[in-house]
């Protein structure tokens, strides 16, 4: 019983979305090892608490930022605490369907940057064409407002307010 309970409390890592090839599957291997521990019996990485205090915070954006690459945007649900700087808070502001962030853009191309898989029929091989959903501005930039919740995930946001809530009542 007490090890059932104990697995229930484990947050596990999300396993690879494709089929690693040998060298893939080292890099995902050293790369998970550096927050999680094994368990042999239920064959699922778990998180570490004490690989996570003890790791140098960069260490484990960069860790995360590239395990992103193996098992996609749920790793960065499951690290958002560790992804975010809590002492900065960076300004922005819905405008329609888009949100204009007055920070750099550098810092956010990898979240932003989709791919798209096309197959070339004379190589005979798939091509994938990197796609960045924002747009610089002279202040920040912009990026589609559906994307506010990834961003989300790794700083904090000052937003102004959705809409101006007075008004009046009339009976």
């Not at 809530?165 to 009976?171: A, Q, V, Y």
């Amino acid at each position: 019983m007490q090890n059932n309970f104990q697995s229930q409390n484990k947050i596990p890592i999300p396993q690879p979305k494709r089929f690693l090839a040998k060298e893939e599957f080292q890099e995902y291997l050293e790369l998970v090892k550096i927050i999680a521990n094994f368990d042999p019996e239920t064959k699922r990485w778990y998180l570490n608490q004490r690989k996570l205090e003890i790791t140098n915070k960069d260490v484990i954006k960069e860790t995360i930022m590239k395990l992103k690459d193996y098992v996609g945007d749920e790793i960065l649900n499951i690290l958002s605490d560790y992804l975010k700087d809590n002492n900065n808070t960076i300004h922005a502001e819905f405008k329609g369907n888009y949100i204009t962030i007055f920070d750099d853009l550098e810092k956010y191309k990898d979240v932003l940057t989709y791919y798209i898989r096309t197959f070339d029929h004379v190589s005979g091989q798939y091509q994938e064409t990197p796609i960045l959903l924002a747009w610089q501005r002279p202040n920040g930039f912009s990026t589609l407002r559906g994307l506010y919740w990834k961003l989300n995930n790794l700083v904090n946001f000052r937003v102004k307010p959705f809409a101006n809530l007075s008004f009046t009542i009339l009976l």
